[in-house]
């Protein structure tokens, strides 16, 4: 029995459902739902002025930022009207340190955590009870869409909760029969792994997987492949782009509906697919902007967007770096939140070892970064430019420590598969691409893997489940 694992997650649900407003969020965005697009505009507009009036009374990032600015509260008589207050970008984030925390939260109280980094490096970001039982009622929404009840097993295929002892140890899944979710390592998916997934998957009867879409992709092939056959409810996948013909071969694997969600760890904007696949952006949760990228005739938008929720660091108008393209409803769901058609700002190709291992976006954005503890990186950019070699190339802030960057680099090569070899070459800026947009992740080598080709392994990972 794992009692440190144990208590963790017994921590982190009563953090979730019962500490926070959780059962009264989720009881209010179970109305909200249906309501029509004029109450939900008056809702929004309701949330957006309590926020900057928040913003200003606790947060001195902004209140400064008002006073230069000589914007007030009494500014906003619509909801458009936030369009006169400045964009927030990462780095204006960054450089802002802990004047942009409200000061009503004493720092120690708050949870740490990291953004995903889709554009090159993560951001350090800040939560409280209130904010963290406000997003579950979020997630839970998501999950009532997609079928999924509170008793329901979910598996996990992302790098998130792989810990670097874990990742030492080769250790392929734990269960946590507290939250009820099987965790699976996606750092050691290989076509020789999935048959054990597969049995985890059964032995805990698991009715939905969530992850990266270039993690659950790649097992749903295998298993076509294999003819190894796994029901489940709903597979939904997150952070890194789903392709029509990746929706297709999940939801062909595992005999469900695929649904996909677009959200953030600085909690400004959350979308998300409903029954009817329809990606809908969700009112309550922020002031979502799209701005066009082209003039006002392009669909393509980037997101700025005011999150409400997430009061120990407000964020205002702030640009998430990633891209959309505008929809048109209205959805056949009755729903009358804004559509739009796809999320395009999260492309990145996958790196693919020599022996069949692949890392998408977010699984070497988290490793370098969380795992092995780079830090003061601008920008990073991983380039396949060979079948068995990566260059990373990164861009240093001032506070950069070289030696502190080859102790992260040597952790990093070391967690790689031994058939690739790694370089890192500090440059002056990365590669965008005509968006402006920073594409983590760049393969320049055709991948020569058949997709019913896959190779045998010399399975060096050993099958290791914790004793929850
Ligand atoms: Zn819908």
């Known amino acids: 029995m794992n009692y440190k694992l144990l208590a963790a997650s017994a921590s982190h649900l ?11 969020r989720r009881k209010w ?44 509260s009494e500014d906003i008589r619509s909801p458009a009207d936030i369009r006169s207050f400045p964009i927030l970008t990462k780095r204006d984030v960054i450089d802002a340190g802990d004047t ?28 409280s009870l209130f904010s963290i039982g406000n997003e579950h009622a979020f997630v839970r929404r998501q999950w009532d869409w997609a079928q999924i009840g ?19 140890n080769r250790r392929l899944y734990t269960y946590d029969p507290i939250m009820k979710e099987l965790h699976l390592s996606s750092y050691h998916l290989t076509p020789e792994i999935v048959p054990t997934y597969i049995e985890a998957m059964k032995k805990h009867k698991v009715a939905a997987l969530v992850g990266y879409p270039s993690a659950i992709s790649f097992f749903a092939r295998v298993c076509l492949a294999r003819n190894r056959s796994l029901a489940l409810k709903s597979v939904l996948t997150t952070s890194e782009a789903l392709t029509m013909s990746m929706r297709e071969e999940i939801s062909r694997a595992f005999a469900c509906p695929v ?35 082209n003039g006002p005739q392009d669909n393509t938008c980037r997101i700025v967007a005011t999150g409400f929720w997430n009061t120990p660091m407000p964020l205002i108008r702030y640009d998430t770096g990633d891209l959309v393209v505008k929809g048109s409803g209205p959805c ?29 976006v977010t699984i ?82 055709p991948i020569t893997t058949e997709e019913n080709d896959f190779p045998v392994l010399t399975g060096k990972a050993k099958v290791c489940e914790s004793k929850a």
């Open 100 to 127: 942009i925390l409200a000061q009503n939260f004493p720092k120690f109280l708050l949870r740490h955590a990291h953004t995903g980094g889709t554009t090159g490096a993560p951001l350090s970001v800040y939560r």
């Open 29 to 72: 965005l179970n109305r909200t739902q249906w309501l029509s697009a004029d109450e939900l505009s008056d809702i929004q507009f309701k949330l957006l002025k309590q926020t900057i009036q928040y913003a200003k009374r606790n947060v001195p990032y902004y209140r400064r930022q008002m006073k230069n600015q000589g914007f007030s």
């Open 150 to 168: 509170f008793k329901d097993r979910c598996a996990y295929l992302r790098g998130s909760i792989i810990t670097e002892s874990n990742l030492m």
């Open 259 to 293: 649904y996909d969600f677009y959200g953030g760890a600085e909690r400004v904007c959350y979308i998300f697919t409903c029954e009817h696949g329809c990606y809908h952006i969700q009112p309550e949760y922020g002031y979502t902007e799209l701005i066009p990228v």
């Open 364 to 445: 070497m954005i988290h490793l370098l970064y969380v795992v092995c503890g780079a830090a003061n990186i601008l920008e990073t950019q991983f380039i396949q430019d060979a079948p068995d070699h990566i260059t990373v190339e990164y861009v240093p802030d001032e506070k950069f420590c070289a030696d502190d960057f080859c102790t992260a680099q040597r952790k990093f090569i070391g967690y790689l598969p031994d058939d690739i070899t790694i370089d890192f070459k500090r440059v002056k800026a990365v590669q965008r691409t005509s968006s402006g947009k920073i594409r983590p992740v760049i393969s320049l080598t």
């Open 332 to 360: 056949r769901c009755g729903r009358a939140f804004p559509v739009i058609e796809s999320v395009t700002g999260r492309e990145g190709d996958v790196i693919k070892t020599p022996s069949g291992e692949e890392f998408g």
């Open 14 to 24: 009563m953090a979730k459902r019962f500490l926070g407003p959780f059962w009264s």
